[in-house]
């Protein structure tokens, strides 16, 4: 399989997005702004909030993270998000998920600023998006869309299949990849939980789309050739000749595809690096809509 | 094949309606109040219009008409529509579509109140729809749903086929039938102008939903036995047999079907008279929320 380059192509944005920063400071106008609220000290969480923040540096941004305890009361929560909505210096900001589950997470999103609202949760930026209105793009089917793009991936009539239904990936990506667009047109089937023959499915698509956190199912007898697999999964599987005593896998049983003909996202280094840049870009836009 | 029949499912609903709308009375409490902007004088608008109207007064609703010319300049459309979101006594209202070409609909869309938006059309509304929160669901998708609880299709894990992909069925009906609720759960495609071997995917599918109005063109030997066709289609054909010189048809060709096993909602009497139905469940819903 040839590989599609999530970090290579996510590097690309970030200088694409520098030179832009660059050229505002020039101009003097603003420079962007995102901000980040994590609530709780959950491990992975911790670890995307500092490579989001990190990503800010890369590019120049401002960035702010907004730290409370776990303890903290919803209406406190709100109360803090209020005045980020009000506070005019950031132009974009992100509330870390998951929320501890004593906290409503559906009205806490929906207390963003919907032009601030750079993961593009809140209900009427994801209305806008299903009806293929102008807004902000969830990162990760974004990202999918942009790897899409730089790759000249043909999906006009294909059948894509996207494996699980989630409100930040399976969902978005399939409205996206079916819509009436250059790099869409696709004709997508959602499969979930409940699907029947998944492996049937998988044999008829051009293209699958995978995210559903079960390291490693889909292996190379499970396609035919000339697939295209975008692998959304991360797990983390148990590995003693790894310092860390873990390694990250994907959905994909990467090392069966390597005879197969088609293209493929590794995992790390595909869709992941894809979706903080996306973030970004979708911040540099918040920023560019108050100039 | 068996008939699903929308028409008496209908009515069923008309009459849950109305006992609601006398309780109502008796205890005092508000009678719903639906309104409905027509703009220009298009003749099949003019009467999706009417038949609203009417649906109204059998269940015992208010209703009310404005009619604006053609000529009607947006900025003018948009003050009525902020006058009927401020009229306390208009619980619901749709602005019936198409409008004239020179206004944005989108724009106009925008401006409903989220809270009588009972056509379930506004950006806000439809980005809850598409998350699975509870809001206004879109009439003709919401009246399909209706139509599988009460004939208790088992639509879990079910292969299901969406033809079309408009904002007002195709791409909705694609989102509700494979969320996870009891009447959903089916692993949905949908299909449109640019997919490639339709026939294949007709034949592959347990239930199918037609909505590209196409006249007759789902005939019986690209199905499956034991298929279940809902026929959102609407078209007028020539008919010389009948006195209005055309009848309506819907996407299937019906007569096809007649020695086929299965399930199938005609037109007239499938689909169409739900989506009033549930447009008017709606409104009742409006109202309940301001009690």
């Given at each position: 399989m040839e590989i599609i380059d999530g970090r290579k192509v996510s590097i690309d944005i970030l200088n694409e997005i520098r030179s832009e920063v660059d050229l505002r400071i020039k101009n003097g106008k603003k420079v962007p702004h995102l901000a980040a609220i994590l609530v709780g000290d959950d491990g992975p969480s911790q670890t995307y909030v500092n490579s989001k923040i990190k990503a800010c540096e890369k590019v120049g941004f401002k960035s702010s993270l907004f730290k409370f305890e776990s303890s903290i009361s919803e209406t406190s929560l709100v109360d803090e998000i209020k005045k980020i909505n009000e506070n005019k210096d950031i132009d974009g900001f992100i509330v870390q998920l998951?929320?501890?589950?004593?906290?409503?997470q559906e009205n806490i999103l929906n207390k963003v600023n919907p032009n601030k609202?750079?993961?593009?949760?809140?209900p009427l930026n994801y209305g806008k998006m299903s009806l293929g209105l102008d807004t902000f793009l969830p990162a990760t089917p974004a990202g999918i869309i942009e790897l899409i793009k730089r790759y000249n991936v043909d999906t006009n009539g294909k059948k894509c299949l996207v494996i699980g239904r989630s409100q930040i990936v399976g969902r978005p990506i399939s409205i996206l990849l079916s819509q009436n667009n250059k790099f869409a047109n696709a004709t997508v089937t959602v499969a979930h939980s409940r699907s029947k023959n998944l492996n049937q499915l998988c044999l008829d698509s051009d293209i699958i789309i995978s995210a559903?956190?079960?390291?490693?199912?889909?292996?190379?007898?499970m396609v035919k050739n000339n697939v295209i697999i975008i692998d959304v999964g991360i797990s983390r599987i148990k590995d003693e000749n790894s310092i860390k005593g873990y390694r990250i896998v994907g959905d994909?049983?990467?090392?069966?595809?390597?005879?197969?003909k088609g293209l493929i996202t590794p995992v790390?280094?595909?869709v992941g690096p894809m979706t903080i840049a996306m973030l970004l870009k979708n911040t540099l836009r918040a920023c560019k809509i108050m100039d």
């Open positions: 998951p929320l501890p589950v004593k906290i409503n609202d750079v993961d593009g949760f809140h559903i956190g079960i390291p490693e199912f889909l292996n190379s007898e994909v049983d990467f090392s069966s595809f390597k005879d197969k790390p280094g595909g």
